[in-house]
């Protein structure tokens, strides 16, 4: 019995996810549609306009056959003159009517498209640094390119030829029953083998389009992990390996596309046979009829142009339901993407932090990533405004993590992390980043010149305050002796420049910022011997005066410090000057020790 119940909860638990899901993605669409609302009724009327051009051809040719080429044997030329001005006005006003519609349906889906894609970029901006350490970026990319192209798909012309064929069946049946019911019924009787092949097709194509998108998924994801790790793969001659993954992914995708192509196959096949049926059936009743004199022959010209056009939209509206189900599997990941809620969240009323002096607080705090166990149980922790702190410890130790903190990358479980007495949890977001500047060991640097990415520290900062930041720090005799100076273009990731140039260009962008507090997270780990002697002097300068928190493995920048704090295991076990600790003769001392010893040998 309790597993049946457990069977029970979870299926409805599933169906209930599902609902939530559907629920979330019309939520989405809705408002996508919201703006462009008034233009989108536009376009549903000359979709109906039209329609209601094309279906008058037949009539205009029934009457042409059957009234006006008799009124044109007994010398009347007005009725056949009158048909055929007809006939054409209906063509070009069907013609004009289609042409807008696409201009219109164009300029709504782009409208939409437009849309959708900033708000997937701004949202991804603002979710917290713990959801991009989770969230690969192939998927974000994925979500911006493939899964948007789907929507694309859809809505530059899915929606229009959904209505448009639905129209013309409507109309066209309509309009058949009217001018002979008879030949009508055999139209009726012929739509329920269509239907049927086409809801067959449906529930065939709905999980084979399913299959497709999420091959399709995995495959950008794989190419965009290669290329962006290149250089390990080069590195490591795994170049026939991840050759190989990426190609059973591909292979994969292109199996995927292969059976959506037969299926697509059987159903044009199918419809199309089912559509020449019809037309012979109702070509044979009525002929018979017309025989008998019962059926005009303008009629039965007329039915059987009604019946072959009948079937073409079945055909276009089953060929829409891929687009739909791509598209609403699309839809579904970026609704999803976009009700994600940043784990960091912007204060609800803002403390304003204009001058920071940059006293810092752990109080009590707590912390773990997400829903995992807890890596700092407890610390307390005050750096008063000014002074320079190290951090040391071994790999996993707990650093890294007190410095996002500290950058309110992560809010804390329990406790409270304070910067001049305020909670980092209330200071307005804008205060916080321009009293905080975190440089990394990664040191990123944009597509774009030199200069521009210094100034990513202050954007409104002159040509004469970027010179001197890089002067501050040592880096501008470097800048200066590249091609075109401060103009230099770097590409993605910088890779222009080495690993050390590009930390010193990053150190020229924290010193431009001016922060109150200045965090560097293994920011010297990639310079050189050279470089490292060169980038000391900088770093004299950039930390002078202010509250600076700093993550070495290298004790020679870890000696010019006020403070070290020995962590481990997410606990502070010594704390004191440089000296002072070489003193204790402790695990510092140790460290030191070890270092010494690895100059004297260097030497």
């Known amino acids: 019995m309790s597993v049946l119940t457990s069977e029970a909860f979870g299926v409805e638990t599933t169906r ?21 609302a008034g233009a989108a009724w536009a376009t549903a009327a000359l979709v109906v306009g039209s329609q209601l051009a094309a279906v008058a051809g037949p009539a205009l040719v029934a009457y042409g056959i059957d009234q006006a080429l008799p009124a044109l044997t007994a010398g009347d030329a007005q009725p056949i003159t009158l048909a055929t001005a007809a006939y054409l006005a209906a063509a070009l006003l069907g013609g004009l009517l289609t042409a807008a519609t696409v201009r219109a349906s164009a300029r709504v889906s782009q409208t939409m ?16 640094l713990e959801f991009h350490e989770t969230y690969t970026s192939g998927r974000i990319i994925s979500r911006q390119t493939s899964d948007v192209d789907a929507l694309r798909e859809l809505l530059d ?24 019911w008879r030949s009508g019924l055999v139209l009726l009787i012929a739509v329920v083998p269509g239907v049927v092949l086409t809801r067959w097709f449906q529930v065939r194509s709905q999980v084979q389009y399913r299959k497709q998108r999420t091959a399709a998924a995995r495959l950008i994801v794989r190419f965009v992990e290669t290329m962006t790790g290149i250089r390990a793969v080069q590195a490591f001659r795994r170049e026939p390996q991840v050759g190989g993954v990426y190609g059973g992914l591909a292979e994969d995708y292109r199996e995927t596309n292969a059976r ?60 829409f339901y891929n687009s739909f189900q791509s598209a609403t599997a699309a839809l579904e ?155 230099t273009e770097v590409d993605k990731r910088g890779v222009r420049l080495s690993a050390g140039q590009r930390q010193l260009v990053s150190f020229a962008r924290a010193f431009l910022a001016d922060p109150a507090l200045l965090i560097l997270d293994e920011a010297t780990s990639s310079l050189d011997v050279p470089g490292e002697a060169l980038v000391q002097l900088g770093l004299q300068t950039l930390l002078a005066g202010r509250t600076s928190v700093v993550i070495a493995h290298r004790l020679s920048t870890v000696m010019g410090s006020d403070r070290v704090l020995v962590i481990e295991g997410g606990r502070i076990v010594e704390d004191g000057s440089p000296d002072a600790l070489v003193a204790a003769g402790g695990r510092f001392a140790d460290l030191h020790t070890d270092w010494q010893r690895s100059l004297r040998r260097s030497t």
């Open 333 to 487: 990941k970026v609704a999803s993407l976009l009700a994600e809620e940043p784990t960091v969240p912007e204060p609800l009323h803002p403390a304003r932090l204009v001058h920071a002096r940059g006293d810092v607080r752990f109080e009590d705090v707590e912390f773990g990533y997400g829903t995992g166990p807890t890596v700092l149980p407890q610390i307390d922790l005050h750096v008063p405004a000014g002074q320079s702190i190290a951090l040391v410890g071994e790999t996993g130790a707990g650093k890294s993590t007190i410095a996002k903190l500290l950058a309110r990358f992560y809010d804390v479980r329990a406790g409270a992390v304070r910067l001049d007495g305020l909670d980092l949890r209330e200071i307005d977001p804008v205060d916080l980043r321009r009293a905080v500047v975190m440089v990394t060991q990664e040191a990123y640097l944009f597509s774009g010149s030199v200069g521009a990415n210094i100034a990513l520290g202050k954007p409104e900062a002159t040509p004469a305050e970027i010179e001197a930041a890089a002067r501050a720090v040592g880096v501008h005799d470097l800048i200066v002796s590249m091609p075109d100076g401060y103009a």
């Open 157 to 180: 012309g899915g929606v229009t030829t959904l209505a448009s064929g639905v129209l013309a069946m409507l109309f066209t049946a309509v309009s058949l029953v009217l001018l002979d």
């Open 16 to 36: 209930e996810e599902s609902r939530r899901i559907r629920r979330r993605s019309l939520g989405l669409l809705r408002s996508l549609l919201r703006p462009v």
């Open 113 to 128: 498209l437009l849309d959708l894609r900033r708000r997937v970029f701004r949202h991804t901006q603002r979710l917290s």
């Open 260 to 319: 959506s192509i037969r299926l697509n196959g059987v159903f044009d096949t199918g419809l199309t046979l089912i559509g020449n049926v019809t037309v012979a059936a109702v070509l044979l009743v009525g002929g018979l009829r017309a025989l008998d004199g019962a059926l005009e022959v303008g009629v039965l010209v007329a039915a059987v142009l009604y019946a072959r056009r009948f079937f073409n939209p079945l055909q276009q509206i089953g060929m």
